[in-house]
């Protein structure tokens, strides 16, 4: 008789007992496919997506929603939660919204997961949401509908957007709203450079975001921060309009900004690089903690700008000031070329002084020449290192 090692038994037991865990986790692959969906791009496989969400959502264990190659076209979808188990949904092919902007309606999104916890949705394929038409009524003046953002994601605890590719959306592209914990890395979103309100990724009201090796070319905010956001941090290539924190302050009672992290990205063409803007309106909000380091700037027309004083078209707010206070904010290691004279712009609130603000190894040229300005308003702080254009703190 052969008799077997306690260990080698041991780890027998336990390839055996992952090999059942392979099986199980394979049985729980939900193929749209198998639901109906068509991969030819023009029937309507929104009922087929649904019917695979519910099933993935309502197993007792972990789950997968597979989206092979092919396009597919949905109507606007609500995934739902609460689920049952963590889930993923696995996008290889492409979705693709109607030529006819209209058929999204007037619900604001396109795609939407809400209330979901334990959430991935990754992989190689695309989300299309045709967006040119609904940019075209807009600028004609005729009658549109409200616009849709692509892939919204409403109180959504420990998720992960990975690997997806975001084209032509009518307004902003992925939106994380009331979420915690959630982390987007190697996703790439584009659209026209004229494109209105194409915002890359909008963050509200959430906490714990990471955005890592992004790639976001948009006619908008590359990155827009809303308040109540509390993100740890991101490692991203930026080459769309700009990062910006706001528009903070359009309502009084409004939540801050804190402890937002920008590291090793690169700014190439955009009409604004790192930016704070605040409306001129009182507000209890604020802005604090925030750091800018390893920033490359590559013909950016106003790569550090803080503006205190917007007020589109001076309506609201022309007599008024902003209220949103701002401090402790540092910009270290900021290289590159202006596209416009003034390389660094901070015009803060009369009532309420920026403060704390921190500069280290500026070196930021204008194109046109070697000599870049930098202009203050309301501002203190300290400085340290090489500082150009000259500090006017």
Same mark, same amino acid.
């Given at each position: 008789?052969?008799? $077997?090692?306690?260990? +080698?038994?041991?780890?027998? !037991?336990?390839?055996?007992?992952?090999?059942? !865990?392979?099986?199980?986790?394979?049985?729980?692959?939900?193929?749209?496919?198998?639901?109906?969906?068509?991969?030819?791009?023009? &029937?309507?496989?929104?009922? #087929?997506?649904?019917?695979?969400? &519910?099933?993935?959502?309502?197993? +007792?264990?972990?789950?997968? =929603?597979?989206?092979?190659?092919?396009?597919? %076209? %949905?109507?606007?979808?609500?995934?739902?939660?609460?689920?049952?188990?963590?889930?993923?949904?696995? =996008?290889?092919?492409?979705?693709?919204?109607?030529?006819?902007?209209?058929?999204?309606?007037?619900?604001?999104?396109?795609? %939407?997961?809400?209330?979901?916890?334990? %959430?991935?949705?990754?992989?190689?394929?695309? /989300?299309?949401?045709?967006?040119?038409?609904?940019?075209?009524?807009?600028?004609?003046?005729?009658?549109?509908?409200?616009?849709?953002?692509?892939?919204?994601?409403?109180?959504?605890?420990? *998720? $992960?957007?990975?690997?997806?590719?975001?084209?032509?959306?009518?307004?902003?592209?992925?939106?994380?709203?009331?979420?915690?914990?959630?982390?987007?890395?190697?996703?790439?979103?584009? *659209?026209?450079?004229?494109?209105?309100? &194409?915002?890359?990724?909008?963050? $509200?009201?959430?906490?714990?975001?990471? /955005?890592?090796?992004?790639?976001?070319?948009?006619?908008?905010?590359?990155?827009? /921060?809303?308040?109540?956001?509390?993100?740890?941090?991101?490692? @991203?290539?930026?080459?769309?309009?700009?990062? @910006?924190?706001?528009?903070?302050?359009?309502?009084?009672?409004?939540?801050?900004?804190?402890?937002?992290?920008?590291?090793?990205?690169?700014?190439?063409?955009?009409?604004?690089?790192?930016?704070?803007?605040?409306? *001129?309106?009182?507000?209890?909000?604020?802005?604090?903690?925030?750091?800018?380091?390893?920033?490359?700037?590559?013909?950016? @027309?106003?790569?550090?700008?803080?503006?205190?004083?917007?007020?589109?078209?001076?309506?609201?707010?022309?007599?008024?000031?902003?209220?949103?206070? /701002?401090?402790?904010?540092?910009? @270290?290691?900021?290289?590159?070329?202006? *596209?416009?004279?003034?390389? +660094? #712009?901070?015009?803060?609130?009369? &009532?309420?002084?920026?403060?704390?603000?921190?500069?280290?190894?500026?070196?930021?040229?204008?194109?046109?020449?070697?000599?870049?300005?930098? !202009?203050?308003?309301?501002?203190?702080?300290?400085?340290?290192?090489?500082?150009?254009?000259?500090?006017?703190?």
């Amino acid at each position: 008789m052969k008799i $077997q090692h306690p260990q +080698m038994s041991s780890i027998l !037991f336990l390839h055996f007992l992952l090999s059942i !865990f392979c099986i199980a986790q394979g049985a729980l692959t939900y193929n749209v496919i198998k639901f109906a969906a068509k991969p030819d791009g023009i &029937t309507d496989a929104t009922q #087929a997506f649904l019917k695979a969400w &519910t099933s993935g959502c309502t197993a +007792m264990e972990a789950s997968t =929603i597979y989206v092979p190659k092919g396009r597919y %076209l %949905l109507k606007a979808v609500e995934f739902r939660g609460p689920c049952k188990n963590p889930i993923k949904v696995q =996008i290889d092919g492409t979705l693709i919204a109607a030529m006819d902007y209209w058929a999204l309606g007037n619900s604001g999104y396109w795609i %939407l997961f809400i209330q979901v916890n334990r %959430l991935a949705v990754i992989g190689a394929g695309s /989300i299309d949401a045709k967006g040119a038409g609904f940019w075209a009524c807009r600028k004609s003046g005729q009658n549109c509908p409200v616009g849709a953002r692509s892939i919204t994601f409403n109180w959504v605890n420990d *998720a $992960q957007i990975s690997g997806l590719t975001s084209i032509n959306s009518q307004l902003m592209h992925l939106v994380i709203n009331s979420c915690n914990n959630v982390r987007v890395s190697n996703v790439k979103i584009i *659209a026209p450079d004229l494109s209105p309100n &194409t915002d890359g990724i909008h963050v $509200q009201s959430s906490t714990g975001v990471t /955005i890592t090796n992004t790639l976001i070319k948009t006619g908008d905010d590359c990155i827009s /921060i809303g308040p109540g956001t509390i993100i740890y941090g991101w490692k @991203e290539y930026n080459a769309g309009r700009d990062m @910006e924190s706001g528009s903070l302050g359009r309502s009084y009672n409004e939540k801050g900004v804190q402890n937002v992290t920008l590291i090793n990205s690169v700014f190439s063409g955009s009409d604004n690089g790192i930016r704070i803007k605040t409306w *001129a309106r009182p507000s209890t909000g604020f802005v604090t903690n925030i750091n800018y380091r390893n920033i490359v700037m590559k013909n950016v @027309e106003n790569p550090i700008i803080i503006d205190q004083n917007y007020c589109p078209n001076n309506e609201g707010c022309p007599s008024e000031t902003s209220g949103i206070k /701002i401090n402790q904010v540092t910009y @270290e290691n900021i290289q590159g070329t202006s *596209a416009t004279q003034v390389a +660094m #712009a901070f015009d803060c609130s009369p &009532t309420n002084p920026c403060s704390g603000i921190k500069l280290k190894d500026i070196k930021l040229t204008y194109l046109k020449s070697e000599k870049a300005q930098s !202009f203050c308003n309301n501002i203190g702080g300290t400085v340290g290192g090489l500082i150009l254009p000259d500090n006017c703190l």
